[in-house]
Each structure stands twice: as C-alpha cells, then as structure tokens.
C-alpha cells in the first residue's frame, strides 16, 4: 500500500502542473485585466488646453449624447495615425470629441492641431500624466466612449478603420 | 570590558538599521508593491517609464490628501484591478493562489508522516 502513495502522488502533481500550463498555452501573452466595463467617469478638476485655467469635468460631459475622450500626445506617433479617423468622427452629429493632451509642451501640441485640424470640442491638459491615470488609462493612445456618464468602450492604442466603424455603429 | 565593546557595536549596528528604515518611507513601500502594467517584471519603484513616473506622484499626492495605505491600494485596484498588486489580497479571484501551497504543504507533510512515522509503528 505504502509503495503507491509516491507514484500517485507525482502523477497528480504532474497532471495539476501541466494543466495550469496547458491552459495558460490558450491566453493571449500580452496581459489586459479586466476591469469592469460600465463604470462611471471619473471626476476631476484639469487645466484648459488653450487657457491655462482649471475647470471641473462634470461642466464638460453634460448632456445625452455620446462623448469620445481621447488622450493623446503631440510627441506619440500612433496618434497621428489615428488623427484621420478622429477628424471622420467628429464631423458626425451626435458625439462630441475631448481631449486630454498627456505630457506634452504647449508649443508642440498647438502647432500639431493648426497642422492636422483639430477634432477635439475640448481639451484638458494633463502635464504629470495623474488625469490618465483616474481614467485608468495605460498611456497615449487611449480612448473613451462615454454615454450618460459611463464607459460604455474603452480602446488602448489608437483607432483603425473597424475600430471607427465599431463607434459610429454605437452612436447611431 | 570585552562585553561591552561588544554591546555598543551591536548598538551601532542596529541603529544603522533604523536610519536605513526611515529613509524607506511609505512612498516606496507603495510603488514596490505596484506593478509596472506597461513594463511587465518591474515594480512602478523600479520603472523610469511615463506610466510609473505619472503613478509615483499621484501616490504622493494621495498621501498627502491623507489617503493610508490601503485606501490607495484599493483605489488604484478600482482603476485597474488585481493585476497592480503584488501582494494581492484575499478574495474570491485569489484564494487558490493563497490556499494551494498550504493544501500542498500539508499533503507532503500527510505522506512523511505516513511514510516514515507510522512505518515505525
């Protein structure tokens, strides 16, 4: 009897191990955790892009439509990819775009809207990157669709063709 | 004589302890437990990035509105779940990885006993 307690123990320890890691062989390696999707926005005083004054967020998202908060940088070259289907968004009706201009210099960052048109309805400053972070973004580029008050999508990195077709499918 | 030479170094020794454990103030304690999300391997304590700079001074401005050390813990979780934490808490999501090794650690225990205790008997 006491002979088989070994060989049957290994065997099990084997099999636990080799599952675990045969399971972990399905998961995508890059590691997003969940985070509960539907969550209200986060509330916070900022600087005015153009203005240097402090404003509350709450005057800013208002009202029944939908919102696309986009962080993004003059510095970061995904978001000048994705500065195309911005503009393509904001020319639609019913959603307004705002953004947070993370960690940049001021010059830059104008000179890159009067460049590439600007698509953003507003634009809050975040110079130590700590607003990004309410928002529970990763970095630039990152986005929020916002509806009521929620999150209703949260897209790390920038937009692409589906991506936009996704949003203008929602908003409608 | 010899004795007290002895006590005053032992003295010195830990006093010099004591100011190492100053300097590491609760700051530090924080970010060493928070994982870097963008850098994976390295604590926001240890990563230059934008995203751990960005985070070490929100958890100095949070000490400083008078958050403890939980409260952060938990608000940065809300944010951007277990994943942030190195040393997770106990829940629903985590209680196998907190009781494995002790369900492990008695099973061996069960076998030695079995194996070279009760042989005996």
């Given at each position: 009897?006491?002979?088989?307690?070994?060989?049957?123990?290994?065997?099990?320890?084997?099999?636990?191990?080799?599952?675990?890691?045969?399971?972990?062989?399905?998961?995508?390696?890059?590691?997003?955790p969940?985070v509960?999707?539907?969550?209200?926005?986060?509330?916070?005083?900022?600087?005015?892009?153009?203005?240097?004054?402090?404003?509350?967020?709450?005057?800013?998202?208002?009202?029944?439509?939908?919102?696309?908060?986009?962080?993004?940088?003059?510095?970061?070259?995904?978001?000048?990819?994705?500065?195309?289907?911005?503009?393509?968004?904001?020319?639609?009706?019913?959603?307004?775009?705002?953004?947070?201009?993370?960690?940049?210099?001021?010059?830059?960052?104008?000179?890159?809207?009067?460049?590439?048109?600007?698509?953003?309805?507003?634009?809050?400053?975040?110079?130590?990157?700590?607003?990004?972070i309410?928002?529970g973004?990763?970095?630039?580029?990152?986005?929020?669709?916002?509806?009521?008050?929620?999150?209703?999508?949260?897209?790390?990195?920038?937009?692409?063709?589906?991506?936009?077709?996704?949003?203008?499918?929602?908003?409608? | 004589?010899?004795?007290?030479?002895?006590?005053?170094?032992?003295?010195?020794?830990?006093?010099?302890?004591?100011?190492?454990?100053?300097?590491?103030?609760l700051s530090n304690k924080i970010t060493k437990n928070l994982r870097c999300l963008?850098?994976?391997?390295?604590s926001i304590y240890?990563?230059?990035?934008?995203?751990?700079?960005?985070l070490k001074?929100l958890v100095n401005e949070k000490l400083?509105e008078g958050l403890n050390e939980k409260q952060i813990y938990n608000y940065l979780k809300d944010k951007y779940g277990d994943w942030i934490l190195y040393d997770p808490g106990f829940s629903?999501n985590t209680?196998?990885?907190?009781?494995?090794?002790?369900?492990?650690?008695?099973?061996?225990?069960?076998?030695?006993?079995?194996?070279?205790?009760?042989?005996?008997?």
């Amino acid at each position: 009897m006491k002979i088989k307690i070994f060989p049957i123990f290994f065997i099990i320890i084997f099999l636990i191990i080799f599952l675990i890691l045969y399971k972990g062989l399905e998961n995508p390696n890059v590691y997003a955790p969940k985070v509960d999707p539907e969550k209200n926005i986060p509330v916070f005083t900022a600087k005015i892009f153009s203005t240097n004054n402090k404003i509350n967020s709450e005057k800013i998202f208002t009202g029944d439509k939908f919102y696309l908060m986009n962080i993004w940088a003059s510095w970061c070259a995904p978001c000048r990819k994705e500065h195309a289907y911005l503009m393509n968004l904001s020319k639609q009706k019913n959603i307004e775009i705002i953004g947070l201009n993370y960690k940049d210099k001021y010059e830059n960052a104008k000179n890159f809207l009067s460049k590439s048109n600007n698509p953003y309805s507003f634009i809050f400053l975040d110079k130590d990157g700590t607003i990004a972070i309410e928002w529970g973004a990763y970095g630039v580029p990152e986005s929020f669709l916002i509806y009521k008050n929620k999150i209703i999508k949260k897209i790390i990195g920038p937009l692409d063709e589906n991506l936009l077709l996704e949003i203008k499918k929602i908003i409608q | 004589m010899k004795f007290f030479k002895f006590l005053i170094i032992i003295f010195i020794i830990l006093n010099i302890n004591y100011l190492n454990a100053q300097s590491d103030n609760l700051s530090n304690k924080i970010t060493k437990n928070l994982r870097c999300l963008i850098c994976q391997g390295q604590s926001i304590y240890d990563s230059d990035s934008e995203f751990a700079n960005s985070l070490k001074i929100l958890v100095n401005e949070k000490l400083n509105e008078g958050l403890n050390e939980k409260q952060i813990y938990n608000y940065l979780k809300d944010k951007y779940g277990d994943w942030i934490l190195y040393d997770p808490g106990f829940s629903k999501n985590t209680y196998f990885l907190w009781l494995f090794p002790i369900l492990m650690f008695l099973l061996g225990g069960a076998i030695v006993l079995k194996l070279f205790i009760f042989k005996k008997n």
